[in-house]
């Protein structure tokens, strides 16, 4: 995790469906409760500190830390996904890089989503309702029991080494400093295993389209970006940088269209979400100069 960042993990609202503070509120409310879950995640709502949710899930402030290479168990985010299991769980340096979490369940409540289940526990939309055999992913029933799929870590990063890939890609492709680093901790906090229920893949949530010309067009080494850190770091450094150069160095704009397209942006500007995204962009970007 980078030092001295003390901005709250927003979450791209075009591939995580506006996972704001207010949502998630809601989201903790509606799941069932913790002390069922025998491993899953936990995201961090507004005043949670590392020790309430120690004490939630029955293990202790050092195991978390450890487990989700937090090096300072007094710093935590507002949406940030903290890796929980129960009091036996085996809370290693190996553990928490493991290939693959041991499956969980999930009750349906009231006001469940499959996609926002999805998003809460870290898996793909269509494994969860493949998983489940959810013919429509908009039709779930309360009281229904959904197994929670397993989340491959392929080639697992902590937030240091991703830190450093992406400032790496930031200055392979001339992007001013910080707004790399800026980007990815909005599209993914710094995570690789991360993949949204739109397909979105990696610290920069890429789509496969726009991975698959980005490969053709500027890096064509970089075809394992599903799994390596490295070259989803390329890939999305290499489309951002291509944005800026057609806008001149706004990076406003630039941001935009990473946001909701290049041509949704010629042909009808910025929308004001875009606007938002890449202010709050730009307004972090001195945390990671």
Known sequence: MTSGVRISRFISTRRWTRMLPVA??????????????????HVVQPGETLSSIA???????????????????????????????DRNANYTAEASSATAAPAVTHVVQPGDMLSVLANTYGVALNALAQANSIANPNAIYVGEVLTIPSVPLDQPVSHAEAASILRQAETEFGIPRGLLLSLGWMESGFQ?????????????QLLPDTADWAIQQFVPDATDWRTSATDNARLGAAVLAFYLKFFGGDETSALGAYY????????????PESQQYAATIIAAIPEFQ
Do not use: C, H, K, M
């Open 260 to 271: 909701q397209g290049l041509r949704s942006v010629i042909t009808v500007g910025l929308y």
């Open 24 to 41: 998630l509120v809601a989201i903790t409310a509606l799941a069932p409760t913790t002390a069922a879950l025998a491993f899953g995640n």
């Open 55 to 85: 004490d939630q899930y029955g293990v202790t402030v050092s195991a978390l830390a450890q487990a989700n290479d937090i090096p300072d168990p007094n710093i935590i985010y507002t949406g940030e996904t903290i890796v929980v299991g």
């Open 192 to 204: 690789q295993g991360i993949v949204s229920y739109a397909g979105a893949i990696g610290l920069l």
